[in-house]
């Protein structure tokens, strides 16, 4: 059974960095695209990031382009995600998600948690002054 555990949350200033990290295991990790997705405090669910299989393709949504960096690191079968720049707005739960394939795919409206095979427990990221 696949296992996502995430970790790296925290609560920091606006401007702020954080790096959240999430630890695979019970699945072929190389195999799968693998996603960052946020419920936000209205429990919208807002696909972040998505890094493909061998980690050469990756996509952001518009609003944390350019601050945030999604990688992976599948030796260690582990995902990360670098915030920069940090918002009051990127104020979340965030989820380490797993694709159903090998690509990965860019989302512009909000996500199903059925679009996805496998969801970790998150890690609460907070921005606040």
């Known amino acids: 059974e696949a296992q996502l555990v995430e970790s790296g949350g925290g609560t920091v200033h606006p401007g702020g960095s954080l790096r959240l990290s999430c630890a695979a295991s019970?699945?072929?990790?190389?195999?799968?695209?693998m996603n960052w997705v946020r419920q936000t405090p209205g429990n919208v669910l807002e696909w972040v990031s998505s890094?493909?299989?061998?980690?050469?393709?990756?996509y952001y949504a518009d609003s944390v382009k350019g601050r945030f960096t999604i990688s992976r690191d599948n030796a260690k079968n582990t995902l990360y995600l670098e915030l920069n720049s940090l918002k009051s707005e990127d104020t979340a739960m965030y989820y380490c998600v797993r694709a159903t394939s090998s690509i990965a795919f860019y989302y512009d409206a909000p996500v199903a948690r059925s679009r996805f095979a496998s969801w970790g427990q998150g890690t609460q990221v907070t921005v606040s002054s």
């Open positions: 019970g699945f072929i990790f190389s195999s799968y695209a």
């Open positions: 890094i493909n299989s061998d980690g050469g393709i990756t």
